[in-house]
């Protein structure tokens, strides 16, 4: 059995993206699609002392409307990492995992200048630490064909895949098509019940970014994302 599941790079995913990935056998960062901008690829929030907090990666826009995800490029002018390093350090100098984790984990924001090459990279260090070993391919190095579900089953059919898992927020358009039963690969959904787990700063605030997690769980934050991860049947 070859599960399969298809996303694209986000910034600083939230933990359900990681319970997605060690759900599966193969991950596909889906790089080849269009661009959209103030979208999850290039932000996501932190907890703070107000509330969620924005981090929003800059990128050059201008005369590129019709970029791939793959040919975005950070908009380095902005010195965006030392900002969002600050700001997170802030926010989290306090979180009994914090410098344990973040030396290395903040070093991933230097150097990159692809947003995609940037998101992917703090992921694979995020995978890293949760333990999840889980095949990555990037969809702009393979030969899928046509949009949407055409798109995502021609990714599948290159990688043999035997099941196909997506987010529930894909049910639309996914059950909408043919393309999955033409090629005889189920569907199966992806559900992830929010943990609950020690915070800064009050009551608890879900949806934040995995480094929330990673800095106020550390190595537990592995069995926290697994045992809230189910794949219907």
């Known amino acids: 059995m070859t599960r399969v599941a298809i996303m694209q790079p986000t910034y600083l995913p939230w933990s359900g993206y990681f319970g997605l990935m060690q759900a599966v056998d193969v991950f596909i960062f889906l790089d080849s699609v269009q661009f959209a901008r103030r979208s999850w690829q290039q932000r996501n929030q932190i907890k703070t002392a107000r509330g969620a907090q924005w981090l929003t990666v800059p990128v050059t826009s201008k005369g590129k409307r019709d970029q791939l ?30 410098r344990e984790i ?32 889980t095949k990555v391919l990037r969809s702009s190095t393979m030969q899928g064909e046509g949009a949407k579900a055409d798109l995502l089953a021609s990714l599948c059919r290159e990688v043999g895949a035997t099941e196909y898992i997506s987010p529930p927020g894909s049910s639309e358009y996914l059950d909408a098509s043919d393309a999955f039963s033409a090629l005889g690969v189920p569907v199966r959904y992806f559900n992830y019940h929010h943990p609950e787990y020690p915070q800064l700063f009050g009551e608890f605030l879900p949806y934040m970014s995995v480094i929330d997690m990673l800095f106020n769980c550390g190595a537990h934050s592995a069995s926290l994302i697994r045992n809230a991860s189910k794949v219907s049947v």
Request: charged share 20%.
């Open 69 to 98: 995800i793959s040919e975005v490029e950070v908009d380095m002018s902005s010195n965006f990492a030392a900002t969002h390093r600050k700001t997170i350090e802030a926010n989290y100098s306090k979180a009994v995992c914090f």
């Open 102 to 133: 973040a030396p290395a984990l903040l070093a991933k924001l230097d150097n990159p200048t692809r947003l995609a090459d940037l998101n992917i990279g703090i992921i694979m260090h995020c995978c890293e630490l949760l333990g999840i070993e």
